[in-house]
């Protein structure tokens, strides 16, 4: 293999692919990143057996081949060469040699064959959406996906395209994260992508409101066709629970609240909240005002955030932190929450739309 | 004591304050700040025993008092406040009580007179300085302090008054860090302030070129006079090395050489080293340039760099660690490098000034 390319190129091909190199792996050559050049094409790729990426990067090909390479040493090589043409040839020994100006290195590589491909999709069923919409709809959701595996299939999200529409949903056994959209695809689909492979789709989505992602899969896989890259994923199996009729549109007190107002008190007040953050804060809605209150063992904390209400007065005691990650996820400056009673979810709401739906359950209080 | 101040005022008086404040301690009141309002000052204060840090903060006293408060607790809680007025009161329950627009805190402290004091020292013997030049000059040397503290003494840095200019010195077996400035000051200082003391120092002192800051120093400690600030550190016992002969002008090779190029190339070659790092790089200095070689299990590293020589020729071998530790410190373009022989010490030298020297040892080389 013989191959010229820019640094800045390389760089941010190596930057993209690399996001599916694992630290920890019991298989030496997964810490590798993949080399190829193949048709006219050079591409790189990192791959944990769970997710694949893999990345074009624009190049001069001399001569076809591919080789791995220790991921660790070929990149902090490459990002410390002179912003120049970077020169990279691996010989049938199996030797990398890397040369850029007046510099050059020759690292030991590893059998480009011996590198685990990622699974092949057959460009069947799929559909197309602005990466920024998809972005956004996993970073509002995400962060509650399920940590604890006792219930395998809800650390993923769900992905569910139903008559033009494209619902996220991530569901942690204590709240459930909901975001809508609009999408072009006449199919019925429901997937449950798993939340590493969100992760990392995220970083590499842009936030240009002008490129578009496809999303192509079959019974067990999942490919992101964003052009420049690829990025290949198992899928999770199992059912992931209905949670529409969980989200109820009855209630019977509704207030409309400063986002930012409430988020800052919640976020003061879970500071006097014990080593273990698992000290609830009360909520008391009244007329005009919401009051936080916290008392733990290091202190009490008092808050008052104006509302207006409608329905009856009601006090309800939360884990701050759930109420917290919901708000940060929204953009709004101003939100609906909707309450039944001290003992069921809440549920946040826009103020004129059904573009996300946040439940949180709420805690038994002491009092 | 009940006080009311700026959040800024007060953001900026806990993050000075607080760099003397331990995270591991076996005394918990240390890890306390400490308040008091006498004198119509207000000031906050933090103590590791080793080092005290004093800062001034802008406020209105209603009532004298003083309270030692978990730092942890209470300086979280005044980062999330408003922007706004704060309003602190201690009472003699040693209840800390703060309110900001909507907010109240209630947290419990710590009787002030139990938080222990630092040394006071006599302001007699004493030199005044631009903050900005021992700024520079302790990051251009703090680097090479002895870790190990098999002689205690070289962990600190050696300041030294003679004849109205200023020496700072840091020495930690494998090479010499020194920079020369000019001080008004009739008097011999030598002193050796501990090198936790000068990372703290520094983070403190402004690079504002017109603020300037004077040290006093009794036998056992050292006080820096910022105004806003005071910082007291205990001194260091024990004789510095005798450095100034090793620090020698001769040499048999001296080169010129471009010092980000020299940088560059040492911190690449430096990426072929095993995991411990402790690989050496090969000069070899030749008529009109230099080539650095590294040659481990992992792969090899060439390099080559123009440099202007007088002198002969010469193969030396170097930690790398060490030369790019003195590289970075300098903000030369061009530097001297002057070397008499394979196994004797490298002296880098500004072009045409003594503002500084770094010595570094060889290493002996396999071939």
Redesign the interface.
Known sequence: MIVTCSKNDLIEGINISSKAISNRTSMPILECLFLECNNNEFVLMGNDLEIGIISKVKATIKENGKIAV?YK?FS??IK???DKEIYIEADDKNIVIIKCD???????GQKGDEYPKPSIIEKNNGFTIFQSELKNMIRQTLFSVAIEESKPVLTGELIEITDGFINIVAIDGYRISYRKSIVESKDNIKIVVPGKTMTEIIKILSSDLEKKVTLYFDKNHILFDLDDSIVVSRLLEGEFLSYKQILSDNYNTKIKINRIELL??L??AS??SSVTKKDPVKLEIEENKIIIKSNTT????????DIKKEGESLKISFNPKYLIDALKAIDDEYINIKLTSSLTPCIIVPLDSDDYKYLVLPVRSND
């Open positions: 220790s040493i902090e090589i410390k060469l002179p007046m510099s050059e290195y020759k690292i030991m800052s008190g976020e003061r500071l006097i290091l202190g009490s904390a008092y808050e008052e955030v």
